[in-house]
């Protein structure tokens, strides 16, 4: 048993608890821990979220061990996703895109991770579906430079239609122009930081305050990568809030924690409590959250990229 400096990702706040082992499994307390308890050199956090994955698209073995305890799939067939031990799988279900949009037309989308709707008749019915599977949010794609996009008329319903179940919709938006569309027209989380067009303050300013961003900043590289790190960095300046997300499966990405997405953050100018804060890290009172030590760091030294699973022996007084 040991003295240990936790993360509580309530009250984004460092704390001093205690660790123990219980029954084989290594428990964080919120329990002042005894003047004389040694004290665990290093701190705690829960395991860390990507906002954006796709599960079907990568090997799945290395999720268990990572330092990812919980995921979000952003674009897959109903009933498609495995079980991952020690992780928390959430979904949208199906890519929502209209007849002939994206990525309707790509090989590496899996049958039926894409429903192509006509009209508010087919959105309300494939949200329903989505909702009844357990989805905890609507993809919808907007990308213009691919194919269709839905109007203005019918994007706004499903946001409509989505927020009647709470439900939000996350977009994928693409092309001139399209950010700022899909955040006037509802969209409450986009899935991909801006990387088309540089927008300018006043559309930084405007999204600040209505929309969050998924980061996926790492796939880019050049002038896109550019971009989207400015307007990353003067997004979070402006006040927004950006979560951490890699598209995991769009190409030759990790399975785990992104390095490369790490450190475009820090580019952004996010990192500090700030990066932890994106990489919305589990509840380590939680029992079923997993949990991961960064032997030798104080708050402010912690770094997610040297943070490994806490084992009983780190406990062993």
């Known amino acids: 048993m040991r003295a240990?400096?936790?993360l509580d990702r309530h009250a984004r706040s460092w704390r001093l608890g205690v660790g123990r082992v219980d029954d084989g499994r290594v428990v964080v307390t919120d329990e002042t821990p005894p003047d004389d308890l040694p004290h665990l050199e290093g701190v705690v956090t829960g395991a860390f979220t990507d906002a954006h994955v796709h599960l079907a698209l990568v090997d799945l073995a290395p999720l268990a061990t990572s330092a990812l305890g919980m995921v979000l799939d952003l674009g897959s067939a109903l009933g498609s996703l495995a079980p991952v031990p020690g992780v928390t799988i959430r979904f949208a279900g199906a890519f929502l895109t209209p007849p002939g949009g994206y990525p309707s037309d790509r090989a590496w989308a899996p049958t039926g991770s894409v429903r192509e709707i006509p009209d508010a008749e087919a959105a309300?019915?494939?949200?329903?579906?989505?909702k009844d599977a357990g989805a905890t949010c609507i993809k919808v794609a907007s990308n213009?430079?691919?194919?269709?996009?839905?109007?203005?008329?019918?994007?706004?319903?499903?946001?409509?239609?989505?927020?009647?179940?709470?439900?939000?919709?996350?977009a994928h938006a693409e092309g001139p122009g399209e950010a700022q569309r899909v955040a006037r027209l509802g969209a409450g989380v986009l899935a991909h930081a801006p990387f088309s067009e540089r927008l300018t303050d006043d559309e930084i300013a405007a999204q600040a305050?209505?929309?969050r961003w998924i980061s996926t900043l790492a796939i880019h590289e050049g002038e896109t990568y550019d971009i989207a790190v400015d307007n990353v960095r003067r997004f979070r300046a402006a006040g927004g809030t950006v979560h951490y997300g890699t598209d995991m499966g769009n190409g030759p990405t990790p399975v785990g924690l992104n390095a490369g997405e790490i450190a475009a953050l820090r580019d952004a100018g996010i990192d500090g409590a700030d990066l932890l804060r994106a990489l919305s890290?589990?509840?380590?009172?939680d029992a079923a959250t997993r949990l991961l030590f960064s032997p030798g760091a104080t708050p402010e030294t912690a770094d997610p990229l040297h943070a490994r699973p806490l084992t009983p022996a780190d406990l062993e007084a």
């Open 144 to 170: 213009r430079t691919a194919g269709p996009v839905f109007s203005d008329e019918l994007f706004a319903a499903i946001v409509r239609i989505a927020a009647s179940v709470d439900l939000t919709v996350v």
């Open 209 to 211: 305050g209505s929309v």
């Open 281 to 285: 890290p589990g509840d380590p009172l």
């Open 4 to 6: 240990v400096t936790w």
């Open 124 to 130: 309300a019915s494939a949200v329903a579906e989505m």
